[in-house]
């Protein structure tokens, strides 16, 4: 079965300073990695995906098959990067369902 | 960009009662689209994958007869509590699928039900 783990509950950092949200996965198959995004009162919405290799907003992540890991980076975090963050994992493409891990509320304080 | 509605954002009802809640792509069509239940604080639980013109697929641990799952047309499916208690009070968020390769869900913004 899959399992999506983000061990941090609460991350706080200070403006400017680097953040990093922690994400490991446990599938036996060739995932597709994902990271959703809730800001406060607003739906969730899709960040980013392993696949598109993109940065959105300054913030990256990389599929590390070796450690299971997909971390989200960003350099240099902003006051409106604070929202709800969670990594989600599919099996392969076409509409398959999504499995969420428990999300990491990020803080970025002034 | 795709957009999904749910309606009610909120509802409040009786204890017994049932309560319908509709999810629907506006400006694409969605085969699939994926029922959520969200504890205060806490991430999502997939209830239902929903599929158009077939019958939905339960997750593990979730009673097909009491959470009805009707998806009737390529933007609209719907959500069933039937005989609401207190316990189902919770956030039902949908989701819809674009279909595209890339896997992309695109979420509505959630129904708060409060069973009384």
């Known amino acids: 079965a899959q399992r999506v783990t983000q061990p941090e509950k609460l991350l706080s950092v200070f403006k400017g300073a680097p953040v990093e949200l922690k994400c490991n996965y446990s599938?036996?198959?060739?995932?597709?990695l994902f990271w959703y995004v809730q800001y406060s009162r607003q739906r969730l919405q899709l960040l980013l995906r392993?696949?598109s290799r993109e940065s959105i907003k300054g913030f990256t992540a990389d599929l590390n098959k070796g450690e299971t890991s997909f971390h989200l980076k960003k350099p240099f975090a902003q006051e409106e990067d604070s929202a709800m963050y969670y990594c989600?994992?599919?099996?392969?493409?076409?509409?398959?369902?999504?499995?969420f891990g428990k999300g990491t509320k990020l803080t970025v304080n002034p | 960009g795709a957009v999904v509605s749910q309606h009610p954002s909120w509802v409040i009802c009786k204890s017994g009662t049932s309560v319908k809640i509709e999810c629907r792509s506006l400006?694409?069509?969605?085969?699939?689209m994926f029922w959520y239940r969200q504890f205060p604080k806490q991430s999502l639980m997939l209830m239902a994958t929903?599929?158009?013109?077939?019958?939905?697929?339960?997750e593990q641990g979730v009673e097909k007869d009491k959470f009805l799952i009707n998806h009737a047309s390529l933007t609209l499916s719907t959500l069933t509590v039937t005989s609401a208690h207190p316990e189902d009070s919770s956030f039902y968020i949908c989701?819809?699928?674009?279909?595209?390769?890339?896997?992309?869900?695109?979420f509505g913004p959630g129904t708060r039900l409060t069973v009384l």
């Open positions: 989701s819809a699928g674009s279909g595209s390769s890339y896997n992309e869900q695109f």
């Open positions: 599938y036996s198959g060739s995932p597709e």
């Open positions: 392993h696949i």
């Open positions: 989600a994992l599919s099996r392969g493409s076409g509409s398959e369902k999504l499995v």
């Open positions: 400006d694409f069509q969605a085969t699939t």
């Open positions: 929903s599929n158009e013109g077939s019958k939905a697929t339960y």
